[in-house]
């Protein structure tokens, strides 16, 4: 069974740049979630979506980050204009939709972000 | 709001000792727990999870988490280490409302002494 696949695994910008990132999460997985991981910190959830619907983006930075999951399969999240805080490691991740919420998620390798 | 708490940053064993991690959370309801670990460059795999049941849990590389409802804890245990098992190690707590989404705690990098 394929894993999460993400795209760009490493990506350097200057500040006030944009970047985007792609993900593709296990075939059948309802449930996608973006989350950001900052250098010594544990992963923070930005977005979850269910199908092609936002379920969760009260973390989201809205007026420079977006994500969009078309026909509810693969994601992208865009960052624009970055800035240096915005260094990171984003991870996707996927589950199924189990009723009471107790799908395993499965995340992918990472997109590690510098921003100079 | 939930939350966890891994309170030790770095920790250094000899290969062969034994290891224990600490995890503390936060949550109003029966927590869904959750041990992950992440080697440099690569993403989160997970070792093992506690929904309910039986309050000791077996996971994937030998290791071990146990339940304590009293001390609101779920540490992570395993009797000997391997150099292998060098990595940064995550708890997390679900949060169940509709659909599952994870909280994290910062973190316990592990080290293994030759």
């Known amino acids: 069974e394929a894993g999460v696949a993400q795209s760009p695994r490493y990506k350097i910008i200057e500040k006030r740049q944009s970047v985007a990132f792609w993900c593709n999460p296990i075939?059948?997985?309802?449930?996608l979630y973006w989350y950001q991981q900052i250098l010594g910190q544990g992963p923070k959830l930005l977005i979850q979506?269910?199908?092609?619907?936002?379920?969760?983006d009260s973390q989201l930075p809205k007026d420079r980050f977006s994500a969009e999951r078309l026909k509810g399969v693969d994601s992208t999240l865009k960052i624009q204009p970055a800035k240096l805080e915005d260094s990171a490691v984003y991870l996707c991740?996927?589950?199924?939709?189990?009723?009471?919420?107790?799908?395993?998620?499965?995340f992918g390798e990472g997109s590690r972000l510098t921003v100079l | 709001a939930q939350s966890v708490t891994q309170p030790d940053i770095h920790i250094t064993v000899s290969e062969g000792a034994s290891l224990e991690l600490r995890c503390n959370y936060s949550?109003?309801?029966?927590?869904?727990l959750f041990w992950y670990v992440q080697s440099p460059g690569q993403g989160l795999q997970l070792l093992l999870k506690?929904?309910?049941?039986?309050?000791l849990v077996q996971g994937i590389k030998g290791f071990e988490a146990e339940f304590k409802r009293s001390q609101s804890s779920f540490n992570l245990r395993k009797p000997s280490v391997h150099w292998s098992d060098a990595a940064e190690y995550f708890c997390a707590v679900g949060e169940i409302q509709g659909a599952q989404k994870l909280v994290f705690g910062q973190g316990t990098r592990l080290t293994i002494n030759p």
């Open positions: 075939s059948g997985h309802a449930t």
């Open positions: 506690y929904f309910s049941g039986d309050t």
């Open positions: 949550y109003g309801a029966t927590p869904y």
């Open positions: 979506f269910q199908n092609n619907g936002v379920v969760d």
């Open positions: 991740a996927s589950s199924l939709f189990l009723q009471g919420g107790a799908g395993e998620l499965f």
